[in-house]
């Protein structure tokens, strides 16, 4: 019976052979391989080839099983697009070959020798299965495929967290889960991953940031490590080989074709448990390296689109990895878009962090630009208009934004200040008690006339010491890296706490335990979007290693052992986690104008030092006391309790003076990082002394100021 | 083995009995068993896999169809699938689609 739906339409017949094959003209938007009634459609531009084809191959098969040459009426204006007819879809492996002039110094790089994987694929098979060793003679590394997008999302929509109301979580999809003692169905994979959203939930984070899960080679990484021999990988995957499609390695199904289901099942219980996906995106560079890098795709087809080149064709190299991404040249904008609009509508990601992001606002020579088009396209785009945008503000050539991004009112930024103010003054550092309050306020100084959400805060990340190894290392120890300890940053103002490396002194241990618990205190009570790295709340070590990309073992994975281990630190993050959703008047989107505009009695916010209402800001004060109005928490909208924060970064105690509440309110403890647990929401106890408060060497006091309830018991 | 998709209805329980490999080149035949019962107003649908020796890709989507073309009203059971047939579909997230019951 022939349905309506079914009635065949006039251009699912072809209208020409090709060979044994049948084909018509092609549809040129949009490129990729996409199925069509009948068969599919595959779309490649390239403005500079003379001759393109299309080369079919069964899947795993070494030779091609045919080669398609576009002909020339199948091309519009750069786009090659033919459909071809009775494939089979589910074992196709496709790619293109494209014919042209190899004349470096006018930009081409045409090598019709290799078959190129399309930029548009959805699908790469190649290497499916993390580690595996690939055959390498291979005459086709990464093969595209076609992929099926017809998952069930059911109900599923974005969550649309305000960004002021976010806890993220950065991760990497092997590393969370891929340690032995994680204990999951099949460790390191999106299926993985899903298992620990119920620890996640409990952790207390909504949104979880995930390091590159675009298609990326694990095994390009040459090196081996001096001491053991053993290969190093590409263990981060900040070298994407293919942009539309999900890393297979990472997915227990990947080697039956289904990563792209199992990473959406994924999304897809994250938003059920109410929490966001991000995405870190890599769009300033590619795995095509420099010109002894490997011809993967762009550089073959377009490598003058594609790339930013020197008037004599040579890579501009502003990402410090041999070649950049021509971020600005309308087509290369197109690209990018259109791969951010298929990850927000196709897997329903919530928002990206962009890879050295400085990039993306060069003009095609390199020349910072004051309005960059691509960014302000991905800021109006009507299909990522409430997807979280996210600058890392800067870029491996010393261009460096934070504060001034081109921001359009949407992008938010990694504030690296914030995460060298707030180590540094824990560790001690003299001269920074006003730096600390600016950067606590959400940084109005750097994001004036922006909300407080421009600032994503955080202390550490994945490059760089761990929370552990901040305060446990005074320099990196990154020689299994095999560079001779010469990689990783050295500005990390990182404190031992007076021995280096792990230490048998319980002294030494409880002074970086405080401090662990100090700087994630600083950081989940400051204004702005506040960022944890996974593990930190275990208080994982990477044994000093400060540039892990290329360790995939324990030095990276999350050991699982440590929620036991290091429960405590764990059940404060929990504490701090909780005490920060339950507290809007610490998640304001408005800057703190420093006045009362409710009329409560108090300024929004106000700074105290060792004497209420006396901050000292001077070169040798390493005091701080916030005190946060909850009348005036979401611009007075919303009832809260007031918030006191003090900070001790000296080394001796100090008895601090706390300011006095209005209308017969107290002061309640919630935590003292000096201290064994933080106590329960609403049930925090009324201080001894109300008017003061005697706070320990390196330590920090979280108070809460309410009314005075005579049912909670005094401390001991 | 050649594949097969034999179709039972008995007092609204459709029960779709597979064998062989199911595929991008046999779904279709799969898709046109699970529409005849649905068109029988069945309201439990029991997918037999004891004897189902592959299932691809487009196999595991045969069991999405099926619970789209069914109704969410419409409980959705495969029985006695292999192991790593099972697993697989655990790990790729079709089991929020159809229930997994061992035979």
Redesign the interface.
């Known amino acids: 019976m022939t349905t309506p739906e079914a009635r065949d339409r006039v251009d699912s017949f072809p209208t020409r052979r090709i060979g044994a094959h049948r084909v018509r003209a092609g549809r040129v938007f949009p490129y990729g391989a996409v199925p069509v009634p009948g068969g599919i459609n595959f779309s490649v531009y390239s403005d500079r080839a003379t001759s393109m084809s299309l080369v079919l191959f069964d899947k795993g098969s070494p030779e091609p099983f045919a080669e398609l040459a576009f002909p020339p009426e199948f091309r519009i204006g750069s786009v090659h697009a033919m459909t071809v007819f009775g494939l089979?879809?589910?074992?196709l492996e496709y790619g293109f070959r494209a014919d042209g002039p190899f004349d470096p110094a006018a930009g081409d790089r045409f090598d019709r020798r290799r078959v190129l994987s399309d930029p548009y694929a959805r699908r790469l098979s190649g290497r499916e299965v993390w580690g595996a060793e690939p055959d390498w003679d291979d005459i086709y590394q990464y093969r595209a495929q076609v992929a099926?997008e017809?998952f069930?999302w059911?109900e599923d929509m974005p969550l649309g967290i305000p960004g002021e109301d976010l806890v993220i979580y950065e991760t990497h999809v092997r590393g969370f889960t891929r340690h032995p003692s994680s204990g999951v169905?099949?460790p390191g994979?999106y299926?993985g991953l899903?298992e620990k959203i119920p620890y996640l939930r409990e952790l207390g984070v909504n949104c979880v940031e995930l390091l590159p899960v675009f298609e990326f080679d694990e095994l390009d990484n040459p090196r081996t490590n001096p001491v053991t021999g053993d290969r190093l990988h590409n263990y981060w995957g900040y070298n994407t080989v293919s942009f539309f499609a999900p890393k297979a390695g990472y997915?227990?199904?990947g080697r039956?074709?289904?990563q792209a289901?199992?990473f959406?099942?994924?999304v897809?219980?994250f938003h059920k448990a109410g929490i966001e996906v991000m995405l870190d995106v890599v769009f300033n560079h590619t795995a095509e390296g420099n010109e002894q890098g490997p011809t993967i795709s762009f550089r073959g087809l377009d490598n003058a689109t594609y790339y930013m080149l020197t008037p004599h064709g040579e890579y501009y190299n502003f990402s410090g990895t041999g070649n950049t991404v021509n971020c600005n040249h309308p087509v290369v904008r197109d690209f990018v878009l259109s791969c951010l609009r298929y990850w927000v509508s196709e897997y329903h990601i919530d928002g990206f962090r962009f890879d050295l992001a400085a990039i993306l606002d060069r003009a095609q020579d390199g020349t910072p630009l004051p309005n960059p088009p691509l960014l302000e396209q991905l800021a109006y785009d009507p299909v990522l208009r409430h997807t979280k945008l996210i600058a890392e503000a800067w870029d491996a050539a010393g261009l460096y934004q934070v504060g001034h991004f081109p921001n359009y009112g949407r992008w938010s930024e990694w504030n690296g200040k914030y995460r060298d103010v707030v180590r540094r003054f824990v560790k001690g550092e003299p001269g920074l008690v006003g730096e600390l309050a600016t950067r606590m306020a959400g940084s109005p100084d750097l994001y004036q006339g922006r909300t407080a959400t421009a600032s994503v805060n955080f202390v550490t990340a994945h490059d760089g010491f761990t929370l552990a190894d901040l305060v446990s290392y005074n320099d990196k120890h990154n020689e299994a890296n095999g560079e001779n300890n010469g990689d990783g940053g050295n500005d990390n103002h990182s404190w031992n706490c007076g021995e280096e490396g792990p230490s048998a002194s319980a002294h030494v241990r409880d002074l970086r335990l405080r401090q662990m618990k100090n700087m994630m205190t600083l950081l989940l009570t400051s204004q702005g979007v506040p960022m944890l790295l996974a593990g930190d709340e275990v208080g994982r070590t990477q044994l000093g290693n400060n540039n892990t990309y290329c360790q995939d073992n324990e030095l990276s994975w999350f050991d699982w052992g440590l929620v036991d281990a290091n429960a405590e630190l764990l059940g404060f993050v929990r504490a701090l986690t909780a005490f920060r959703h339950a507290h809007p008047v610490l998640r304001g989107a408005e800057h703190p104008h420093g006045t009362d505009r409710v009329g409560s009695g108090l300024p929004e916010v106000s700074w105290h030092g060792v004497h209420a209402w006396q901050p000292d800001w001077s070169a040798h004060s390493r005091i701080l006391g916030m005190l946060r109005c909850g009348r005036h928490a979401k611009g007075g909208t919303v009832a809260d309790d007031h918030v006191y924060v003090g900070v001790n970064a000296h080394w001796e105690a100090h008895d601090l003076e706390l300011p006095q509440l209005p209308g017969g309110q107290s002061w309640h403890l919630f935590a003292d990082t000096s201290a064994a647990a933080a106590h329960p929401l609403g049930a925090e106890p009324p201080l001894h002394h109300p008017g003061r408060y005697h706070l320990g060497p390196h330590s920090v006091v979280v108070l809460v100021g309410r009314d005075h309830d005579s049912t909670t018991h005094q401390p001991s | 083995m050649t594949f097969d998709a034999r179709l039972r209805i008995n007092d609204r329980v459709a029960t779709i009995e597979l064998k062989g490999e199911l595929?991008?080149?046999t779904a279709p035949q799969f898709h046109e068993t699970i529409t005849s019962a649905a068109q029988a107003g069945s309201v439990e649908l029991v997918i037999r896999a004891e004897h189902l020796t592959y299932l691809?890709?487009?196999g595991?989507?045969s069991l999405?169809f099926a619970?789209?073309h069914m109704g969410d009203g419409t409980r959705i059971a495969v029985v006695g699938a292999a192991d790593s047939v099972a697993?697989?579909i655990?790990?790729?997230?079709?089991d929020?689609?159809i229930d997994l019951v061992d035979a």
């Open positions: 089979d879809a589910e074992n099926d017809d069930d059911g169905d099949a994979t299926a899903r997915a227990a199904t039956f074709g289904m289901d199992e959406k099942s994924l897809k219980e | 595929d991008a080149k691809s890709s487009a595991l989507r999405v619970r789209q697993r697989t655990r790990l790729a997230g079709f929020y689609s």
